[in-house]
């Protein structure tokens, strides 16, 4: 195989409403389907992933194809992964008839990617324009059941994107913010019009990468950290020996795990990196009631 530089014939506005036409497709907001037609966007996301020959692209929601296509042209293999099983049906015809050089590249995987587990072949970077209404758990759970997963590079709308890369003590820190970071080092990675897509959305996306650096620390599980996370972020503003009392049984238990983990008790978890959040779970098991 041809692990070079291979073009690909990359869609357009007018090759994105034809296929949907042909598909009797109707984008639906349920899907989160707004298909890219700028083919300088999606190379710009190809680069600003970095991905190269040595890379196994893991790609969730391809829709018609737009960033697939992308992608070939770089990377040997493309495992896309698609839960409407019209659209996963039709990709492979589509880079067959636009990229027939690079067509053994990808692999289609008709399936949800909240529930996958398994994958045919182990990826080491995620690349995609995720659905709008369920990408912060997609890339939780993708880079929970992937650790072969060294980056990812996520086109997410702009709201979501400044959350998830937020540092602690932003006004928007919190949930999705500090489990990201439970992975790796989070960063805006670049801003995207709403004009480069069809349907046009109502709101702007962004690119966020996270790099894997591992957990922050090994003596506590990712489940334990992600369940002090909810309880700290379930009231905001309130102090953690408050926020944490129902997680810990008691304000007065919550306060002594504090204590043990060197965290303030009157600080908010607006105020906490993932650090201090797997030191308060590593300090749990370690105080009676």
């Avoid at 309130?238 to 926020?243: D, F």
């Avoid at 204590?259 to 990196?273: Q, W």
Wanted: hydrophobic content about 55%; glycine content about 8%.
């Amino acid at each position: 195989m041809n692990h070079g530089p291979t073009a690909a014939a990359l869609l357009g506005p007018a090759e994105v409403r034809a296929l949907a036409a042909e598909l009797g497709l109707r984008p639906t907001k349920a899907l989160g389907q707004n298909f890219v037609i700028d083919p300088n966007t999606v190379r710009r996301i190809v680069r600003t992933a970095g991905v190269g020959p040595a890379d196994v692209v893991l790609e969730v929601g391809p829709g018609l194809g737009s960033l697939t296509l992308a992608l070939l042209e770089v990377v040997p293999r493309v495992v896309a992964v698609e839960v409407d099983p019209l659209l996963a049906a039709r990709l492979p015809a589509t880079v067959g008839e636009r990229a027939p050089a690079l067509a053994d590249r990808l692999a289609v995987v008709q399936a949800d990617a909240l529930r996958i587990t398994t994958l045919p072949v182990a990826p080491t970077a995620l690349v995609a324009n995720l659905p709008y209404n369920v990408s912060v758990p997609v890339l939780l759970h993708l880079l929970a059941a992937f650790p072969s997963l060294r980056s990812a590079l996520v086109m997410v709308q702009l709201e979501v994107a400044d959350r998830l890369a937020a540092e602690p003590g932003s006004r928007v820190y919190g949930v999705p913010s500090a489990k990201a970071r439970w992975f790796g080092e989070v960063r805006r990675a670049g801003l995207v019009g709403r004009s480069v897509f069809w349907p046009v959305p109502n709101v702007d996306s962004g690119l966020v990468e996270v790099v894997r650096t591992g957990p922050p620390r090994l003596d506590v599980e990712r489940a334990a950290v992600f369940a002090v996370i909810d309880a700290a972020f379930a009231q905001r503003r309130k102090m953690l020996r408050s926020a944490l009392a129902g997680w810990a049984g008691s304000p007065a238990r919550a306060e002594a795990i504090c204590a043990a983990a060197g965290v303030e008790p009157t600080a908010r978890g607006e105020a906490l990196g993932i650090a201090a959040f797997a030191a308060l779970a590593a300090a749990a098991p370690t105080i009676g009631v």
